[in-house]
């Protein structure tokens, strides 16, 4: 039996435990899961895109029976359309983070190499 597709979300948080450790992975490990964040980033890009879409029909919608954009704005914001792009923006706030972590890492233990 095939094992159920991970979302962005569990992956990001599996490499997360798995990257906080990341001395006992050592650079060449640290360097291929870099390229995984990576990789990652570059999906979760697309579904913040579809989110975002997503929540601006869903805009227009409100605004059609709000007659206010500062009302629809407001409404939309209390969507489960909005929550879901919020939550993939944050997923990509702490990728980036991720992946600056790990290029540091890389940067010090190549100076640490090379001093040695």
Do not use: C
């Not at 009302?71 to 939309?76: E, F, G, P, T, V």
């Not at 972590?101 to 190499?113: C, I, P």
């Amino acid at each position: 039996m095939q094992d159920k597709p991970q979302t962005i979300r569990e992956l990001i948080t599996i490499k997360s435990t798995l990257l906080r450790d990341v001395d006992k992975l050592g650079p060449a490990k640290a360097s291929e899961e870099l390229v995984e964040l990576a990789s990652l980033l570059s999906s979760l890009n697309a579904e913040i895109v579809e989110k975002h879409f997503i929540l601006n029909q869903k805009k227009v919608e409100l605004l059609q029976d709000a007659q206010s954009v500062a009302k629809a704005k407001l409404l939309s914001e209390a969507t489960d359309e909005w929550h879901e792009w919020q939550i993939r923006l944050k997923q990509g706030e702490a990728l980036l983070s991720l992946i600056q972590a790990v290029k540091y890492y890389l940067k010090s233990a190549e100076k640490e190499y090379k001093e040695s």
